[in-house]
């Protein structure tokens, strides 16, 4: 049985890739002997392309490079000169930070959404997933829809059974793709200046937008992962003690790779008495924890509650960020700062603000740092796709309980509208009955089922400045309308809630109204960049 669909290229297309990829058939590679801006830029088209980044980079990129010259290189044979000056500092020096200084860019294929979230977890690594929104997810890989097929739960009794509804499940999403997209073109206006192509892009994206909530949480999707040795070491260690198989799989995969590149930054991570026991550790202490809240509350129902609730602030968040944004300016210790502030009048305060915050000709025209002095914590009860996208944002603390249908899905409006509810409504059931068919045996893989739409409580805790950041792009009018919902409700809370009223006013670019087409602007504004090029 085949986990991963190897990639096969002709011997032209291989002489042209061995230089500059880790190997030409699995489904994770490092790139090397690339510009850094072609790295980049491989990884920014990968995110809204169905392709693999090899293909992508004989297709889109090759012929814009002079390759000539490398032809005598093989990037899968290792770097042996750079492990042995790696090795030396490490001798001599035995500093950890030095595995700061060497990075790689890793492309991640074929790895389901659970797996993604494992991936993306670490704050200080960059990574670019590929969007839901500009891909139709019924394209075949190897002639099979492309969701992961777990070897344990194929090589027992319900293989044949997860195949079967997971298949199911994609010709449903197909079928709805067609449907709903054919219901917002015949219900759309559509201006005069605006293409065909231009037309037909935005009502598809809005299309797949609506539907993507019956894909399962086994959907494959492409990962590129930029980051330090040090941050990959990181990431490697918790993949190696994490429950799900597909993880650990993965991390060998990923070592194997990373290995030809800084090899001499990754060598404790599988070392019995160094990495071994740090992934024990964090095992052991997962499974301990897990198994003292289950006995202490896992027979108790949840309370019913709203999608967004801010369970926790600061009254005096906003004091205490007038005395921080004070305090380089001052030579008065915080504390006297902080009484100072307290007194002054209202009046006093807002030109405080203003004098820092200023005119914010955009969203990127953010404050400084004195914002980071009081935050909120918000309870998140939203569908999984929605989480997708939050999860991103990793300059904050985001947790989250486990995938499952017991909280309900979403049935998004545009679906009921376009009289497809019953077909939605009939694959969420596949989907649960399916997930609850695989629980017993498969704790860890059932999740694989959940499709999208389902429930998902998680809680973010972020800081103002941060706050300014994901609520003002996440409230732009091309975004999801399940994230926008989310982002927008949290805004609310942080002024009314909260009370924070002027750090609220300071989020200058939030977005209340979404246009009927989200992706429409960008569409035209990609045409006109198009046209001058």
Known sequence: ????????????????LRPYFSNLDGPVFALVNLPEVVKGALFARYSRSPKSLRRLFLDEFVQDLDVSGDRSV?????????????????????????????????????????????????RLMSYLEQSTRYINYDARLGGRYRYFRDPEILSGPFGTRYVGDLDRLYDSYSSLVGLVTEHIRATTPRSIKDSDFVFHQATRAKGLDAVRGVLPAAALSNVGIFGSGQGYEALLLRMRAHPLPEARHYADLMLTELRKVI???LKRVDLADRGGRWSDYLAERQDSTMTAVDDLFGAIEPDSSE?????????????????????????????????QVSKLSDTQKAELFESYVGVRENRRHKPGRA????????????????????????????EWQRLSPDHGFVLPDLVEAAGCAPMFTEAMDRSRELYEAL????????????????????????NAREAMHMLELRTAPQGHP?????????????????GHKALAQAMTHITSEA?????????????ERRSKG
């Open 1 to 16: 049985m085949t986990v991963y669909i190897p990639e096969v290229f002709t011997e032209d297309e291989a002489a042209v």
């Open 74 to 122: 093989d990037a899968s044979v290792g770097l042996d000169k750079a492990e042995r000056l790696y090795d030396k500092v490490f001798l001599e020096y035995g500093d950890d930070s030095v595995a700061q200084l060497g990075a790689v860019h890793l492309a991640c294929e074929q790895a389901s959404n659970l797996l993604t979230k494992i991936l993306e977890w670490g």
């Open 263 to 265: 090899p001499s930054f």
């Open 307 to 339: 999608e967004v609730v801010l369970v926790d602030f600061d009254p005096d968040g906003e004091n205490k960020v007038l005395a921080a944004l004070c305090y380089p300016h001052s030579h008065l210790p915080e504390g006297q700062l902080l009484t």
């Open 371 to 398: 914002f980071e002095r009081t935050g909120y914590r918000f309870d998140v009860l939203g569908d999984y796709g929605a989480f997708r996208d939050l999860q991103r944002h990793r300059m904050l603390t985001i």
């Open 439 to 462: 629980r017993p045996d498969y704790p860890e893989q059932a999740p694989y089922a959940i499709s999208m739409a389902y429930r998902l409580r998680y809680v973010m805790q972020f």
């Open 482 to 498: 399940s994230y926008r919902r989310v982002a927008l409700e949290m805004y609310r809370q942080i002024g009314e809630v909260a």
């Open 515 to 527: 246009p009927e087409l989200e992706r429409l602007d960008s569409e035209r504004r990609a045409e």
